[in-house]
């Protein structure tokens, strides 16, 4: 089955740990992007890349790094430096100029 | 500045009452309109892709629309598995690569 994966459903980190979260796509699609979801909030743009070992910043990518090894694979870092991180984190995938697909997401909780 | 503005915030209807959702926005040069359905706790669901004024888009009981100003999702006798959080998403010439701008979403509750 053609999608986008991403792990772990739930994660849970205490304040000050740096944390990464997988997304992996089988779709064959150049670009992937991260996005994050607040309540009473619209999706928000974390990060981006449209190739391999490329990517660009979002509006929000302070306290976030990505990486883009692999056109399958674009996994996501939410370091101590995010004042807030807990959120509902989503990963996308598309190719240029036309729809994204997007994954399970992530839950992550810090405390 | 490119925005995306969906009305109304949330929506009740019985089973079998049409209504329709609108989403606003202001982008330079749109490259498309998106809309997509969100399950609580799940990742959006790709719907439909508008590009141009005049354009209409169906699926099941729902029917997208298009003018250069907004678009609507028209719901035909919703039955209660449409319940659900509708995404207005555009992508503009002016944003960056080819990320797309959200609107905060309608979440319509349909009840038999």
């Known amino acids: 089955d053609g999608g986008i994966t991403q792990s772990p459903k739930y994660l849970f980190r205490k304040e000050g740990q740096n944390v990464t979260l997988s997304c992996e796509q089988n779709l064959n699609h150049d670009a992937m992007y991260w996005y994050r979801q607040d309540p009473g909030q619209g999706l928000r743009l974390i990060y981006y890349?449209?190739?391999?070992?490329?990517?660009q910043k979002g509006d929000i990518a302070e306290g976030y790094s990505v990486s883009r090894e692999k056109k399958e694979s674009f996994p996501l870092t939410v370091t101590s430096a995010q004042k807030n991180p807990t959120a509902f984190y989503l990963c996308?995938?598309?190719?240029?100029?036309?729809?994204?697909?997007f994954g399970p997401g992530t839950r992550l909780t810090v405390t | 500045e490119d925005q995306v503005t969906q009305s109304p915030e949330a929506l009740r209807l019985q089973e079998g009452e049409s209504s329709s959702l609108n989403c606003s926005y202001t982008v330079s040069g749109l490259r498309g309109l998106f809309w997509y359905r969100q399950d609580p706790g799940k990742g959006p669901e790709f719907l439909f892709t508008?590009?141009?004024a005049g354009e209409e888009k169906e699926k099941e009981r729902l029917k997208a629309t298009l003018t250069k100003k907004e678009s609507f999702l028209h719901i035909t006798a919703p039955k209660p598995e449409d319940s659900a959080t509708y995404l207005c998403a555009v992508q503009g010439a002016n944003q960056a690569g080819t990320a797309l701008i959200f609107g905060k979403g309608t979440t319509l509750s349909v009840s038999s």
């Open positions: 996308a995938s598309g190719s240029r100029g036309n729809e994204q697909y």
């Open positions: 890349s449209q190739i391999v070992n490329d990517f």
């Open positions: 508008l590009y141009s």
